[in-house]
């Protein structure tokens, strides 16, 4: 088979045939498209960069760094070990000091003061969610310590397709105002809320998996989250899809990038301030601090 682009003997195929060379110089370019179409960085900015230490993660930590942004990386220990590879934070920190990327550590435990065991029992809610949901509390809030303007994850096509899916379907919220989630930026909309941004966004993650091995990155990030092991009927849904349609996540989130009225468009309440923490939420107490109060009255 050849290559889509030069003719060469093409290495891979996921919606087109390319050879290694056009593949990663498609992906880079692709990204690159992506971070200046939809404004994800401005001059000046300090870009944070969450790398739990898996592909996706650290594809979007290299092709930001091999594109010349300055970018640091934070990685973060959620402390259980079930979901834990032992060898990430040396995987992610050896990464770091080859590209001579400035590299932060953080704990659950030792960050917000709780043992994870505990407050993952008391959340009343999915391990991975809960997870999902003490990550972005400690992404944002260290980010904001630290003077960062962007905090840049390595959510691709793939997670767009599927939180699209899950949440179109539970039917949770009539007026569609998650649709304002699914963009490559998420801009801040309150002072303690850092911007997100999401350059990966036009990706997928067969691609990041071979931008990891094609460029000879190590991965190891956590069990449960594996590519190669991952188990839920969300992904089984979308590879059956892809079956029929390869580009269906690529082409659903290049739909959703042109964008949607976004929360404070449609009127909504703006965010407050928890009354325990300080930190951005909907409500008096954000859902973090609930979990810790109930984590704490029930010991």
Known sequence: MRCAQ????????????????????????RVQRCIKKHKLFTPGDRILVAVSGGKDSLSCAHVLYTLGYPISVLHVDVGVSVCTNPRTRHVVERFCEDRGIPFYFLSFSEYLGIDPDTFFHKARRPRCATCGLLKRYVFNRFAREMGFTKLATGHCADDVARYFLKTWVSGGNESFLWLSKLKPLTPSTHPKLVARVRPLFLCLEKENYAYTKYNGIVVAGCTMCSFFLRKDSWTDILRKIEEIRPDFALSLARTLAKGFPSKDEEGTATLKECTVCGEPTEGSICTVCRIKARSVSQV
């Open 6 to 29: 030069c003719k060469n003997e093409a290495e891979i195929t996921i919606v087109h045939p390319l050879c290694r060379s056009c593949f990663l110089k498609q992906y880079e370019t």
